[in-house]
């Protein structure tokens, strides 16, 4: 049991290795019925695709998305989804710097004391290229929710760079599209790229903070105790690639609030839902959602891959240093980003599928 | 699909309400031939129990677990364990004030939109009283993990009650069982009780922050890149009442980080083994342990049932008050501590299971 | 893992031994608001119940089922179902004659050989006891079943013992309950009476063949292709103590048939909807109900606790010779067929569930 | 939820349609540091490959296998392992005669009442075709179990064909591979050739039984009582194509038998292990392992599509005739040998994972 799937009901199955012959992700208990195609995924990938900008890796690949089963006459079948991107820029470089040698802050060395085998070239499975497969499969959940709850508006953008911040006076959701960094706030893109440039200049490179964010979610998503909406999504945005931390709403600094500034009050709305005097919770209570935003936050470390050479060791136990080259974005976090809001796509279609199936969902009217 | 379950091969299922005759945990996949009896697995649910201090619910229950299944002559039979505890404290009290109102932060709306029936008796199935249940398979958990692997040592503290942290210059674990807050620091254990009893008194509550560390777990456990050690420590974390927030070694903080102030730089220990100039990433490279401690922090949301007056409505629609006296803690986050060393050695046990069944484990020496 | 749950939405997991405390079956996934209480699922417990005549198993218990938990008010609320029958007969019987010695057909020697520990007691989990746990669930299912698809009907009934198959064109359901064969022929009931009080007088036991068929089920049930309605059927028959052989439809006899006698061709009812000139496939195609009654059958091997003696080893590796006392019946079978309308139960719900699921279920309309 | 995947802990996900670009299986789980190659893996494709002689549809396929992840150096790395085969035999025809037509005893009638569309095209999902994608599934679980349980030989046969059965007596395994049926008996051999013939010609086809056998297995597989080995290998052979029963050792003719004559006598053998007296059982006591060989029978319904017209409906509910032209097996059974043997190596495979990961497995020791 190798766990390289997601999903209840909407299950996501990724494979493939950053330079092997190609990667995607098997998705099955998609809803049929769909319309759906390779130009309409395409256009997520194409958001997360590297070498578009100086700040992120220059490796370069149109990571062009096949669909190879599960789609009749441009609509879902309900059978199993293939989607296959090929690697076309497996550069046959030498590696012979990695291929004994363990990079510190990268999964080396746990993918050979676990496995005892490892395709080393660049990170083989543990490569933050897999996240092109999740990007594909959340394009597919976009699709078959742009049916099913159309009012769903699901957003990531960056709050945090190294010890920039944004600032939340400024926040402008126009300028998430107009700048590298899908940052809300015009100021911080045109600060965080002088620092960005100084950051890589000197071969370092730096974390990140970044908020998902969707509204247009009614209320009464989310499986208790242990698929609850808040679990399935910390564990989701866990699993990209070096995260290190997850919040839902007020997060780590509920820990500071005391339960009269924390209480989320609540009202009768005009159309007759209840509305609540603040979102300290992020819209979700005892792992369900309330119909409010969905605010996740999660952090990303710095890019371990650094031209400062590191001390590490061989594969023999030999102490020795590293300097990683090659094509290495200087903050992985900004990548992140639209994986992110795929990985929050399948999570909300997977629980509104839960939803759906159960006796009179949403029953339980008030007023 | 109502997800009461956790865990891959140390599969636990808790069912029961707050206020039912009955409520426990199946666990399914605890391996034969293991010591186990209802004293080992009451001194766990002993430290949860509430009514033990000023500053937890005055609900006064036993909280006897029974072991219905799975055990013979002492040893566990490989087959499933039922770990049963009554409901004893069912007061017959007066539930008309909260029967048609929701509370301000609890799951009472949400469960009304996603169910159309709700268990009201105090909380339900959304209780923390669901919590006993998770100890218990947590006390079944370390009972496995002792033979396993003796080494092993799971470690629950506070470090933050609302705006006060712990000291880390003054971290002193022995003082960890001697204070009703489970935090590693004298001084602070007396300014805190100082600090709650001001709470309480005022009818307020508050949020805090827990660390649980796992030292002595060997390299090479998780299941990348879904099933990570990390990602399933998170949903696990997520998934305890209240918590808004889990974080892996740096954590949020990582954010901050440059790449070469993160960098965990790797030596050979003197043992043959591997050595790191720090721990930054919490013992976790790739979703893989690496033998150093594993480091969680989560923070828990303040009480919501506070003595302060909020604004809610009622079933019908109609805009109400709510005081929501009973027995309730000031601050939730302290009980939740041997909770959640309970979901770390569920996690761990389960991770460990799934590393033994693979060929040649650990398999890939260094040196 | 050691999987001792089955269903995909509706999920049950059995625990509990022959002669421990209690056993029972943790029910996740069942619908919220279903009317249920603790005497509508006593009923169908009774008719498993053994100890009713002298063809099953003297052992008398009242197998009283408790509702502990996911109950509230009369109604499920989608919490977990706990289901509790405590063993009250466990005599203190002397097992010293079975303890090391392991009874030929009985999992006695497998058990060792896998977990190294096993409860002697009656079979401990193996026991055909564990079926009273299916029972209970099966009598849940069909309390959702009957809000849910009320046109449902499931009856199982016998149709061969040993050497005598009922006459088709005798076939009377109404005698199915008259008999303590649930065998639909009145010439047959008094037949097998005959001829099972020679087999129990001689000590011997025979094998038996089960029919459970299911009336009202809509088309378009089934996951193809590893959930197909028929595998799942297949299983969750195989799964009972002692079963050998699963039949759907022609089963095993369309080896022999040609592809023109087998056809099932397909008119337009007066209803509007399609009917079958027959029902080779026992209303399966592809996994996938047609609409038609779906026909299962199995074979149940002879009860293999006999008074002949038979070789066998013990623990120690000596031969030896068994014959094995105790409340045994001369035909397992005759108590399958109340498990066998649980597991049907259990399974058409969990398919009626996948498929409410899905988006415009059943909508393919036809004509 | 649509259920395309099978195994627990050797996780089979198949994918693709009959005319689609490609099919496939995701394999989750395999162990690493086994060598495994394509050309190892197009063995096994190439004895199910159609078109071979002419009792198989005449479709003319490579069915060339390849590996696109989980494979580095000629060996498996523990990561996902992605097998295509590209679908290159898509002829253009025309497709009208069945787009709106149901043929009878295929799955089009119900694809089309549970999705609301469906590919027409060779059936699409539901087309037998699929079963290419288990067999080279079943290869990689064949290449892992020749690692790690050399001793193991699985081994599939047609024992029957219609209203011919095999002579037990004359039953000679060297001759499985000299025969386009598979069939253990060179007698056998050539009168179903003549059979076939006549069969073909006059556009008819007919039923078949097959048996798989697995010698070399060791006592202990299994996990009762959901997770059987008859449990899993049953639901393992009904999901293949047109299968409608299921048998273990005796099978259906266990019901005919009486104690006395079904019981399998234990004794030591002289290699210290446990012998039996025979094998009614299947290899099967408890759902677990006896050591024995393990026996497995299922049948397969004639192919539906024949050349004698049937009676049918359209979409549009309009009666109509169909008869079934293009290139399809008199006897589906035949193919269905290596599709058996590929389930069988899965689900062995499977259940030692199972098994290896459990403390002390196969330690209860006789003797």
């Known amino acids: 049991m190798s766990i390289n799937s ?7 199955t990724t494979w493939g290795e950053s330079h092997g012959p190609a990667l995607g992700a098997t998705v099955d208990g998609c809803p049929p019925g769909v319309p759906i195609d390779e130009a309409g995924l395409q256009h997520w990938l194409d958001r997360r695709k590297p070498g578009q900008n100086k ?65 080393y070239r660049g990170g ?27 009012e769903l508006r699901i957003t990531g953008y960056m709050v945090q760079i190294g010890p920039h911040r944004i ?17 809300p706030d015009a100021q911080a893109a045109t600060d965080w790229a002088e620092y960005l440039d100084g950051l890589r200049k000197s071969g370092n490179s730096v974390g990140a903070m970044i908020e998902v964010t969707a509204s247009g979610l009614p209320a009464g998503l989310g499986a208790p105790v242990y698929g609850k909406l808040d679990t ?13 931390g997850v919040e839902i709403g007020e997060g780590m600094a509920a820990a500071e609030l005391t339960g009269e500034a924390n209480a989320d009050e609540i009202f009768m709305g005009e159309d007759g839902n209840p509305v609540y ?15 409010q935003d ?7 470390k710095p890019t371990s891959s650094i031209l400062k050479p590191r001390q590490t060791i061989t594969r023999a136990g030999e102490a020795t240093e590293i ?32 939803h759906r199936g159960q006796i009179g969902h949403n029953r339980g009217a008030i007023g």
Request: hydrophobic share 40%.
């Open 124 to 150: 083989g499975r543990s490569s933050a290229r897999e996240t092109a497969a999740r990007v594909a499969a959340g394009g597919l959940a976009r699709a078959v929710l742009a049916t099913l709850l159309p």
């Open 323 to 354: 300097i990683t080259k090659g094509r290495h974005d200087p903050c992985v976090g900004i990548r992140a980003v639209p994986v992110a809001e795929a990985m929050m796509a399948c999570v909300l279609l997977d629980h509104y599928l839960l």
């Open 277 to 291: 005097s603040s979102n300290h919770a992020g819209g979700i209570l005892g792992g369900i959602s309330t119909g």
């Open 55 to 119: 700040y992120t890796t220059q490796r370069r690949e149109p990571d062009q998305v096949r669909i190879l089963s599960g789609v009749f006459e441009g609509q879902t079948t309900g059978t199993p989804i293939q989607l296959m991107i090929e690697n076309t820029d497996q550069r046959s470089k030498d590696y012979s710097d990695i291929k004994d040698k363990f990079r510190p802050g990268h999964a080396d060395i746990t993918y050979w004391q676990k496995y005892g085998i490892r395709d």
């Open 294 to 300: 969905i605010i996740v936050r999660f952090a990303v």
């Open 232 to 244: 399935d999504l910390a564990s989701a945005m866990m699993s990209i690639n070096a995260v290190k």
């Open 167 to 183: 600032d939340r006076a400024r926040f402008d959701a126009a300028q998430i599209e107009e700048n590298p960094f899908w940052v």
């Open 6 to 12: 997601f999903g209840h009901l909407f299950r996501v």
